[in-house]
């Protein structure tokens, strides 16, 4: 059961693409001192994927893992509900990292309903399709087979490969073009009507927005999460009726309202 709230409404946040890494400590020491404050007074939080910069397995305790995973359990054992998405980064995060944080595990996409309002939840890589190099990648190593074999390799072997994986991506992404890299409208449109959702919340283009058009004359919104830097973050809030995004920063409780970008 979610928390009850005594001191207002129901409120649920949506996070993504905080690269958590030992080598960014000031953002993984934001996230640490988000969910030991704000986290907690929310019912519900969701994590739509890339939380951490790379995962290469739950058996994988170099920091800054076990602090992350001791605070997220503290946070679900305090009353607020986490569940985490995978995102293109962190999509090896499994049942024992779930056992451990009690985050559960959501697939992407996920339907979830606010305010009677069907939103559906994704990372965002899927709808990225105008990257076809990706989504080929993609589809080879989320095979069960090739997530199966590399998870049998020691763990230097899976840091290496992911080390050599993350030098080989960073140089494709940096001959992309800018258009290449965004959502592909079509897709968002097509994944809206399957779902039948009225509200699409995503991260992973780092294009933090409120977009909104009409699809078959009925108006759909989508929110881009913003990524989280050293110097601070955000979090998109759902309270009953409203949703607002809050920044979150280093030192300073989050709780005021951020402008909305269009
Ligand atoms: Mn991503």
């Not at 079509?186 to 409120?210: D, I, K, N, S």
């Not at 973050?233 to 269009?262: D, Q």
Request: glycine residues 6%.
């Amino acid at each position: 059961m979610a928390r009850p709230c005594p001191d207002g409404p129901a409120e649920t946040l949506f996070i993504s693409d905080l690269h958590l890494s030992a080598e960014r400590p000031e953002t993984v020491a934001l996230f640490l001192s988000f969910l030991a404050g704000r986290a907690q007074r929310a019912s519900r939080l969701y994590i739509l994927g890339d939380l951490f910069d790379a995962w290469i397995g739950d058996d994988d305790m170099a920091p800054p893992h076990p602090e992350v995973c001791s605070a997220l359990r503290r946070l679900t054992a305090s009353g607020t509900q986490c569940a985490l998405m995978h995102g293109n980064r962190d999509f090896l995060i499994g049942r024992a990292f779930s056992r451990t944080t009690g985050c559960t595990l959501l697939r992407d996409p996920t339907l979830a309903h606010f305010d009677r309002e069907p939103t559906l939840l994704m990372h965002g890589d899927l709808l990225c399709t105008q990257d076809l190099a990706y989504q080929r990648f993609r589809r080879r190593i989320r095979n069960p087979i090739v997530r199966h074999l590399f998870l049998w390799r020691s763990l230097a072997s899976r840091r290496a490969l992911a080390a050599d994986y993350r030098r080989r991506s960073g140089a494709a992404t940096a001959d992309k073009p800018d258009q290449i890299m965004d959502v592909d409208e079509r897709t968002v449109a097509r994944y809206l009507q399957r779902f039948g959702a009225r509200r699409l919340v995503h991260g992973h283009t780092h294009r933090p927005a409120e977009h909104a058009r009409a699809i078959d004359g009925r108006l759909m919104v989508r929110s881009v999460l913003a990524d989280w830097h050293p110097d601070g973050g955000e979090v998109l809030v759902h309270t009953p009726g409203e949703w607002h995004r809050e920044p979150v920063l280093a030192g300073e409780p989050s709780g005021a309202p951020l402008a909305r970008r269009e």
